[in-house]
């Protein structure tokens, strides 16, 4: 038996060598496909000509990123993005733990369905989310920028608070809490001194995602901006549309540079790696 099996071996390895080398291409190509805009758009942030011309340029300059510093319009939209962001993430933080924590609680059944309709956003268009938020705010006379904005990143960011949440918890051990309460804690120091620490990774991830989300958003921005409210992905679209220069390109540098910097602070303060879930239970 082993004999007549024996000539096939050579090709299994043969297929096996050749399945290797294609999935280490797959791998090479998917680098390519995202390392290679991003370098492509640093060349272009540190261009010193004035224009759009072909790469590489002929020498660098930081006139661009002069440039976006010093344009009121695109710095008031930074700020709007920042302050957006940051309302949105804390309202969205408190309210996916609060929910997860009561789907967690009730039957599995009602849970599934609960999660489906909490989770809904995300298989929404956000242009349809956009308009329609805008004519219900309109109908309910909410006509401030800022407040409009803030609803509308509540809606894409909540349902990431809640999955994030929800997927820490499944790990929580229920037996621990029940001791905790048996043993006289109250829900508050229940939450806060067992559930919570547990919690940690998945409620830090989430808002991870919820700034992120909210940060880059632009359909539903486009619909609830006005004259003095607006983010800065609206801003760069529409500086875009008026008078196209390699200023977002520069403002994509920063923005990269700030994501870096921000998971260099988290490495910092909670470790990357259970930001980004090593397990249901951090270390």
């Known amino acids: 038996m082993s004999a007549g099996l024996s000539p096939s071996r050579p090709w299994r390895r043969r297929l096996d060598g050749m399945l290797s080398g294609i999935s280490g291409a797959v791998v090479v190509l998917a680098f390519l496909f995202l390392l290679v805009p991003l370098g492509i758009t640093g060349l272009m942030a540190f261009d010193s000509r004035s224009y759009l011309g072909p790469l590489p340029p002929p020498s660098f300059s930081l006139q661009w990123f002069e440039r976006f510093l010093s344009d009121p319009y695109l710095m008031q939209g930074l700020r709007t993005s920042l302050m957006v962001s940051t309302t949105a993430v804390l309202i969205a933080a408190a309210a996916g733990v609060a929910t997860a924590l009561f789907l967690n609680r009730v ?29 219900f705010l309109s109908q309910v006379g909410i006509v401030e920028g800022f407040v ?9 960011t909540i349902p990431y608070t809640i999955r994030a949440t929800l997927a820490s918890l499944a790990g929580v ?32 991830a989430g808002a991870i995602f919820a700034f992120a989300i909210s940060m880059d958003d632009v359909a539903v921005s486009m619909f609830l901006t006005d004259a003095t409210s607006y983010t800065l992905p609206v801003a760069l679209v529409s500086n875009m549309r008026a008078n196209f220069d390699l200023t977002i390109a520069a403002a994509s540098m920063l923005l990269v540079l700030f994501t870096i910097l921000l998971i260099v602070v988290l490495d910092r303060l909670v470790g990357v790696d259970r930001v980004m879930g090593q397990g249901l239970h951090p270390a």
């Open 107 to 135: 039957s599995p059944r009602w849970s599934e369905l609960l999660t489906a309709f909490f989770v809904s956003p995300l298989i929404v268009p956000p242009v349809v989310i956009g308009f329609a938020l805008l004519l």
């Open 148 to 156: 409009r904005l803030v609803c509308g990143h509540l809606i894409l």
């Open 173 to 204: 051990d229920r037996t621990l809490l029940e001791a905790a309460s048996s043993l006289g804690a109250n829900e508050r120091r229940v939450f806060w001194e067992i559930t919570f620490p547990l919690a940690r990774t998945g409620i830090v």
